[in-house]
């Protein structure tokens, strides 16, 4: 083979492999092909202000295992022409890392009306709003809501939007209207029912309780 030629192949051949996921880790949409999709880090709809570091594709990555439970969730829905619509899955340390340099900058506060009006920037860290490690880069948590498969994709009232920082996110949050509690009652019911765990300040937070990869915190990117 020339010299030229073999170079070249040698670059397909990387060019490939930078692209695949890790072992154990898949695209959630070859698993539910109905999903609903709003990576709210890959866009500027996100109490940052800006896209976070690590997402280059509006692509939704979990392990295999939480993303079959998923799809169970989703079967489950489906009947009554409902379904999941994912904010964010697997999240790179270098997202987490972004999340804590913006915490730190206690003068940006450009979202401060939207996502956190009630909460001093200062007290993210105490609170648990911030944290320095992610259950989100094990790759088995999942930020989710329920939807109507029909487009637009009509979102079900749950009370407050996605990360939204205030005890009004919390799951049992006692001052929401009858619908609310009875539309994060069916999110957390199917969730746990297939083997996820919600998380007590969050009410789209869930965690696979039977994560392949409990003490691993990944940092590939989303593409």
Known sequence: MPRRLFLWSSLIVVSLRAFALPD?????????????????YRSDNNFLGRPVDGYLAERVILSQP?????ARVQADLRPFGLGIK???????????????????????NKMKDRYYPEVDKRNLFREDYIA???????????????VR??????????????????PASWPTYPQLT????????????LMTRHG?????REWWHFTLNDEPHPATYFDFVVE
């Open 24 to 40: 154990g880790f898949v695209y959630v949409d070859g698993e539910i092909p109905d999903l609903v999709v709003e990576l709210r």
């Open 66 to 70: 939480a993303a079959a439970a998923l």
């Open 86 to 108: 994912i904010f964010d899955a697997y999240r790179p340390q270098r997202a987490v890392d972004h999340f804590v340099r913006w915490a730190q900058d206690i003068n940006d």
């Open 132 to 146: 320095e490690r992610s259950g989100h880069s094990r790759g088995s948590t999942v930020d989710l809501t329920l």
């Open 149 to 166: 498969l029909e487009p637009p994709h009509e979102a079900l009232d749950m009370g407050t939007g996605f990360d939204y920082f205030g």
């Open 178 to 189: 009858a619908q609310q509690r009875a539309n994060r009652l069916l999110l957390q019911s």
């Open 196 to 200: 996820f765990r919600p998380y007590p």
